[in-house]
């Protein structure tokens, strides 16, 4: 539940509000900066917010909330806040990263709308693109290996260890073995019993000793 003072609320609900968005970026070398989608600078606690900065309204709504997955922000690059040299060195990958909406007449007024980390920074065609990972965006991440019958390993990476140029490789045991005589790097279970042995059942009136399913 997000935290809006009081005086905000109020103007807010007279209409006297004048609100725009503050985005704050905290590098993990400490280094703080701001940007703002307001028509002119604003020092919201203590730091300068500039404007003109390129990242819009429309970038920010998109933002807003607890979303498993990630959004991307764009903007200009600027000599004084992003720099072409900063964004090539990674310096501004895996900042914290706060979305606010602030009362520009007052920028005391704010509430956070949204926070969360900046994934990744590049430069494309004279303009930066951010792209930011909500709070939950950890959910998403596959920590370890599926347990499955087909192989998970990429042909022609170093855990397949075949050369992959022109060919092509369906996953499957017999295809690591008869096509690609790779079966010691086979990175699936091939013996992983299937759905139909899980619902098998003993016929009645049949030889039931396993004989099948060798």
Do not use: Q
């Not at 604003?42 to 709504?61: I, K």
């Amino acid at each position: 539940m997000r935290d809006i003072p009081d005086e905000m609320a109020a103007r807010i609900e007279s209409g006297a509000a004048r609100l725009c968005h503050v985005w704050r970026l905290e590098r993990a070398d400490g280094a703080v900066t701001g940007f703002t989608d307001h028509d002119r600078d604003l020092v919201v606690d203590g730091v300068v917010c500039r404007a003109g900065s390129g990242w819009t309204a429309g970038a920010a709504e998109s933002a807003v909330g607890l979303a498993a997955g990630s959004v991307s922000a764009a903007g200009a690059l600027d000599d004084a806040a992003i720099t072409e040299a900063d964004v090539a060195a990674g310096r501004f990958d895996g900042a914290k990263v706060e979305l606010w909406r602030v009362d520009w007449s007052e920028p005391d007024l704010k509430v956070r709308l949204w926070a969360g980390t900046l994934a990744r920074m590049r430069r494309e065609e004279g303009r930066f693109l951010a792209d930011l990972e909500g709070p939950l965006s950890k959910l998403e991440r596959v920590v370890g290996r599926t347990y499955g019958r087909m192989c998970d390993a990429r042909l022609g990476d170093e855990r397949c260890g075949i050369a992959a140029a022109g060919r092509r490789c369906d996953k499957r045991w017999e295809t690591c073995v008869r096509t690609f005589g790779n079966g010691v790097n086979f990175r699936g279970f091939a013996d992983v019993p299937g759905d139909d042995f899980l619902t098998a059942y003993p016929a009645g009136g049949a030889r039931n000793d396993g004989g099948s399913r060798r």
